[in-house]
């Protein structure tokens, strides 16, 4: 009498061990398959806009004329709006950190501020837009301009900055704030002088992480009404202005009507591509060098 | 000398008072954005409400916002969005979650070091770049696969939407797997199974939570994306399950009546505010709903 089947055992560990190899293999290739969509994506782009970068490109205003279109109004345009975003985003979101982490009371009042970051985190950016557009455009009356721009995309990417920030507040030591204590500072005079600078890495690298989102975000703008035919460049915080994701958009859906059109997006996407991968390059290199394990 | 002290105590504690007020202020501004938007969706759609019936609004199927007799039923649009994010979910539920189960139990910790990070540039990609990969790229390659596609298609930008979509979902499902503690592997691995079998009957549904909340929001993600779709399905306002044709999705005709300078206080201008108050309401519950799953059903090791 045989209890165990050697033959039937063996076949089932062989089948067993087949699948395993098989759906190793497939995970593999599951995984391999996001990057080579990357990896076709970027050499499509490239190739595209292969003869179509060089410094008149980024020195010339927009044209109707594929050949002489340039895009320093979309770039001198981010600058601007950056020189909004940054700071805006910058004050709100370290200050909501530092509230948050070191005054808040645990409470009803934290939880439910703590609860409408997370959420405002998963609002389409879209919706920012249609905010921007009934407050600062018509509200405000301010117009499509620089400042309206800026006000949207900073409420858009403040969580981003909020949450980075409170991270990096978190991974201060209690010690050190123990040590202000005692050599006889107060609370702000802790923070200011001692949690601010330890989290400083942390919270730069959320800021310039939210900017190079706020770079890269195109629906909010096309929703405040920011145009992206031939306006002067702008001068001051109340001009009209125009971004690289705006020509890029525009010039895609024309490329329909003008073939060089598809090569001036793709152009502009790999200047905007190169822009982004510069800033995270150095939110890594910022988080990797300052970060201090206490 | 004494003085001098004084004085610089004095500031020293007007700041120490003033500095809670101050930072409370700012960090109300983030509740005062969610009243901003929830209150200019509100008061604009319930003035379009006064004049499109709620019941023809969710169950008409023909859109049609200028002209004489201007139609609003939003199903076109509905049907649009929940079709291209159905198109991307199917893309990235089974890609993102392959992907998360080789780098959290088959990658030695060299390659998952290298991977990830690669992975993530995907979901640091512009939006925009994306859409104008799905028309210049995606939409030609299908068309040679299906050649009755438009040029303009819900199918194209719902696969690139389920790309886009894949680091998160995998990331976040990653996270869940990780935190899957290693002795329930072990003792899986002790009784004889094989890694395939330990990954998908212990360890995936040891994290299941944090997996499908990924799931959820991703949907939500897709749901609210904009520019990929306003590029490269079209604005056909047309109530139909057919993925070949041109559908406009809610965010894709926010766009177009921005875009088109909706003269305010007609029921065009207000419609935009319905719809995105839908927008809004249908990304909220997600990301509610993705909420609550990590938090209730976490499973504390």
Redesign the interface.
């Known amino acids: 009498m045989k209890y165990v089947d050697t033959n039937q055992v063996q076949k089932k560990m062989t089948s067993?061990?087949l699948?395993?190899r098989i759906?190793?293999t497939?995970?593999?290739l599951?995984?391999l398959?996001?990057?080579l969509?990357?990896v076709?994506?970027i050499y499509?782009?490239f190739a595209?806009s292969l003869g179509w970068i060089d410094f008149d490109f980024l020195n010339n205003r927009l044209s109707t004329n594929a050949e002489r279109a340039g895009i320093k109004g979309a770039i001198m345009g981010t600058l601007w709006l950056m020189l909004v975003v940054a700071p805006v985003t910058l004050?709100?979101g370290v200050?909501?950190a530092?509230?948050?982490e070191e005054?808040?009371k645990k409470g009803r009042l934290q939880a439910?501020?703590q609860m409408?970051?997370?959420?405002?985190a998963?609002?389409?950016?879209?919706?920012?837009?249609?905010?921007g557009?009934?407050?600062f455009v018509?509200g405000l009356n301010l117009g499509a301009v620089v400042l309206a721009g800026g006000f949207t995309m900073a409420?858009l990417v403040?969580?981003v900055v909020?949450v980075a920030s409170q991270e990096a507040i978190r991974a201060v030591p209690q010690f050190l704030r123990e040590a202000s204590y005692g050599m006889g500072a107060?609370?702000?005079?802790t923070?200011k002088n001692v949690v601010l600078p330890a989290a400083l890495p942390g919270i730069l690298t959320g800021v310039i992480l939210a900017l190079?989102r706020a770079?890269?975000?195109?629906?909010p703008l096309?929703?405040?009404?920011i145009p992206a035919f031939i306006i002067p460049l702008p001068e001051g915080l109340l001009d009209k202005f125009t971004v690289m994701?705006l020509q890029?958009?525009y010039w895609?859906?024309d490329?329909?009507l003008v073939d060089e059109y598809?090569n001036l997006?793709?152009a502009t996407?790999v200047v905007?591509?190169l822009v982004?991968f510069i800033m995270?390059s150095i939110a890594v290199l910022i988080r990797n060098k300052f970060q201090r394990r206490f | 000398m004494i003085e001098k002290n004084k004085r610089s105590v004095s500031t020293?504690?007007v700041?120490?008072g003033l500095?809670?007020k101050?930072?409370?202020t700012?960090?109300?501004?983030?509740?005062l954005?969610?009243i901003?938007?929830v209150l200019?969706?509100l008061t604009?759609t319930i003035a379009f409400f006064r004049e499109v019936s709620f019941v023809e609004f969710f169950t008409g199927t023909v859109l049609k916002p200028l002209g004489e007799s201007a139609q609003f039923g939003v199903l076109p649009l509905l049907t649009a969005t929940i079709i291209s994010s159905a198109i991307a979910m199917l893309v990235a539920i089974?890609?993102g979650l392959?992907?998360a189960?080789?780098?959290s139990?088959?990658?030695s910790d060299r390659v998952r070091k290298l991977?990830k990070p690669?992975?993530e540039?995907?979901a640091?990609?512009?939006?925009?770049?994306y859409?104008?990969?799905a028309?210049?790229?995606v939409t030609p390659l299908l068309t040679k696969l299906i050649p009755t596609l438009e040029?303009t298609n819900i199918l194209s930008p719902g696969i690139v939407m389920g790309?886009m979509i894949?680091?998160m979902v995998?990331s976040l499902s990653e996270d869940a797997m990780s935190s899957v503690p290693n002795a329930m592997r072990e003792g899986a691995l002790g009784l004889g199974s094989?890694?395939?079998?330990v990954?998908w009957k212990v360890v995936v549904p040891a994290a299941i939570s944090g997996i499908v909340a990924s799931f959820v929001?991703g949907i939500?993600r897709a749901?609210?994306?904009?520019?990929i779709v306003?590029?490269a399905s079209g604005s056909n306002k047309v109530f139909t399950f057919d993925i070949t044709q041109s559908m406009q999705t809610m965010?894709a005709y926010?766009?177009e009546v921005?875009?088109g300078?909706a003269p305010?206080g007609s029921t065009l201008y207000y419609s935009?505010?319905a719809v995105?108050m839908t927008?809004?309401v249908f990304?909220?519950v997600?990301?509610?709903i993705a909420?609550y799953i990590s938090r209730k059903f976490r499973e504390e090791y």
């Not at chain 1, 107060?186 to 005079?189: D, L, N, R, Y």
């Not at chain 2, 640091?124 to 770049?129: C, F």
């Not at chain 2, 749901?223 to 520019?227: S, V």
């Open positions: 067993r061990l699948t395993n759906a190793k497939l995970f593999l599951a995984t398959f996001g990057l969509v990357l076709v994506l499509r782009v595209q004050i709100l200050g909501t530092i509230y948050l005054y808040a439910f501020i409408n970051i997370s959420n405002l998963g609002v389409p950016s879209i919706v920012f837009g249609i905010l557009l009934t407050i018509r409420l403040l969580p909020v107060t609370k702000w005079q923070i190079s770079i890269g975000e195109t629906a096309v929703v405040i009404g994701p890029i958009y895609t859906i490329s329909a598809a997006a793709a996407i905007l591509l982004l995270n | 020293a504690s700041l120490e500095m809670p101050i930072l409370l700012i960090a109300i501004i983030s509740i954005t969610t901003g938007i200019t969706l604009e089974p890609i392959m992907t189960v080789y780098l139990e088959y990658a991977l690669m992975l540039i995907l640091g990609i512009p939006t925009i770049v859409g104008f990969f028309f210049t790229f040029p790309i894949i680091p995998a094989t890694k395939f079998e990954t929001l939500s749901i609210g994306e904009t520019m306003t590029i965010t926010i766009v921005t875009g300078d305010a935009l505010y995105a927008l809004f990304t909220l997600m990301n509610l909420q």
